[in-house]
């Protein structure tokens, strides 16, 4: 895991000195950031999340746990959205919680975590943990993790939901293997959420997940949208094509967020850093016309032919 990004937009040089400046592109002016609404309830959410795998894991780190709060800070001068974490992130859920509480606990956080135990029984003791790490009384969002022992997580998930201890109640995966059990869940269950892997490479919940969720009127969460880094490396060096001014996108990391938001059963994507340029380019894809199916198309094209 790369936790600098090397993929910088060499056709963009003056945007790049804009973005190091610390200000957003300049289509952030006229235009609201996108926001999408979770269809179980029709609250709008930031289309831009964080994700804190790996990049917020720091320990007791000073240095690095004043990075994961600067990220934070901008975060939330940015408009905020879901930060989302897991018990298997090792120190991330502490580092949350004490990067909120130093910053005030400011407004716009929309709490989203996992469950992440094989035993059904230790769930309720596990979600009580990560509150207390976060500083939080009750979660917007709790998650399965990775279906782990998805029967008696759920049962207890919508419990906490029914008693008013817990707004939404998701299900995750990380891996294409899981994805046919996945589909019986959302079929059979009425989950606000679930989050998956979706980027302009890794396009396999398109055919089914996505139009599911869509149907079922779930909201949906896109993990890897840079497949830990590797698309705005791998892109180095390579141009914008001109036509990406017509969406609004500058840099890389915004155009490949952007298609993922632009897809309309996408509600929010996460990717992970505790660098604050990136997060900056990440909250800049908020920003500017959000492409229709036919840009979808092209863009994805573009990728395919470099």
Same mark, same amino acid.
């Given at each position: 895991?790369r936790?600098?990004?090397?993929?910088?937009?060499?056709?963009?040089?003056?945007?790049?000195?804009?973005?190091?400046?610390g200000?957003?592109?300049?289509?952030?002016?006229?235009?609201?950031?996108?926001?999408?609404?979770?269809?179980? +309830?029709?609250?709008?959410?930031?289309?831009?999340?964080?994700?804190?795998?790996?990049?917020?894991?720091? =320990?007791?780190?000073?240095? !690095?746990?004043?990075?994961?709060?600067a990220?934070?800070?901008?975060?939330?001068?940015?408009?905020?959205?879901?930060?989302? +974490?897991?018990?298997?992130? =090792?120190?991330?859920? $502490?580092?949350?919680?004490?990067?909120?509480?130093?910053?005030?606990?400011?407004?716009?956080? @929309?709490?989203?975590?996992?469950?992440?135990?094989s035993?059904?029984?230790?769930g309720?003791?596990?979600?009580?943990?990560?509150?207390?790490?976060?500083?939080?009384?009750?979660?917007?969002?709790?998650?399965?993790?990775? !279906?782990?022992?998805w029967?008696?997580?759920l049962?207890?998930?919508?419990?906490?939901?029914?008693?008013?201890?817990l707004?939404?109640?998701?299900?995750?995966?990380?891996?294409?293997?899981?994805?046919?059990? @996945?589909?019986?869940?959302m079929?059979?269950?009425?989950?606000?959420?679930?989050?998956?892997?979706?980027?302009?490479?890794?396009?396999?919940? $398109?055919?089914?997940?996505?139009?599911?969720?869509?149907?079922?009127?779930i909201?949906v969460?896109?993990?890897?949208? @840079?497949?830990?880094?590797?698309?705005?490396?791998?892109?180095?060096g390579e141009?914008?094509?001109?036509?990406?001014?017509?969406?609004?996108?500058?840099?890389?990391?915004a @155009? !490949?967020?952007?298609?993922?938001?632009?897809?309309?059963?996408?509600?929010? *994507?996460?990717? *992970?850093?505790?660098?604050?340029?990136?997060l900056? $380019?990440?909250?800049?894809?908020e920003?500017?016309?959000?492409?229709?199916?036919?840009?979808?198309?092209r863009?994805?094209?573009?990728?395919? +032919?470099?």
């Amino acid at each position: 895991m790369r936790l600098t990004r090397r993929g910088f937009v060499k056709g963009a040089g003056a945007v790049a000195g804009t973005v190091a400046a610390g200000t957003l592109p300049s289509v952030s002016v006229a235009t609201p950031p996108l926001a999408k609404p979770i269809p179980s +309830s029709g609250e709008l959410l930031p289309a831009v999340g964080l994700g804190s795998w790996i990049t917020f894991n720091v =320990g007791n780190d000073p240095v !690095l746990r004043k990075q994961c709060t600067a990220v934070m800070r901008v975060f939330f001068e940015r408009g905020g959205g879901m930060i989302d +974490s897991s018990p298997m992130y =090792g120190s991330s859920q $502490e580092v949350i919680g004490d990067g909120w509480q130093k910053l005030g606990r400011p407004s716009g956080l @929309f709490s989203t975590d996992k469950v992440w135990t094989s035993a059904g029984a230790h769930g309720p003791e596990q979600i009580a943990e990560t509150e207390a790490l976060w500083g939080v009384s009750r979660f917007d969002l709790m998650q399965v993790h990775n !279906l782990v022992n998805w029967q008696a997580h759920l049962e207890t998930l919508f419990a906490m939901k029914a008693e008013g201890r817990l707004r939404y109640v998701g299900i995750t995966t990380s891996h294409g293997r899981q994805h046919r059990e @996945f589909e019986q869940v959302m079929r059979r269950y009425p989950l606000d959420f679930v989050q998956l892997t979706y980027n302009i490479v890794d396009r396999a919940v $398109e055919q089914r997940l996505l139009p599911l969720a869509a149907e079922r009127r779930i909201a949906v969460i896109c993990n890897r949208p @840079f497949r830990r880094g590797e698309l705005p490396d791998r892109f180095q060096g390579e141009k914008l094509p001109s036509w990406a001014a017509e969406i609004g996108v500058e840099t890389w990391p915004a @155009f !490949l967020l952007k298609f993922i938001v632009s897809h309309p059963a996408v509600t929010v *994507a996460i990717p *992970a850093t505790r660098q604050v340029e990136h997060l900056r $380019e990440n909250k800049a894809a908020e920003f500017g016309p959000v492409p229709d199916e036919a840009m979808r198309q092209r863009m994805a094209g573009y990728v395919r +032919s470099l």
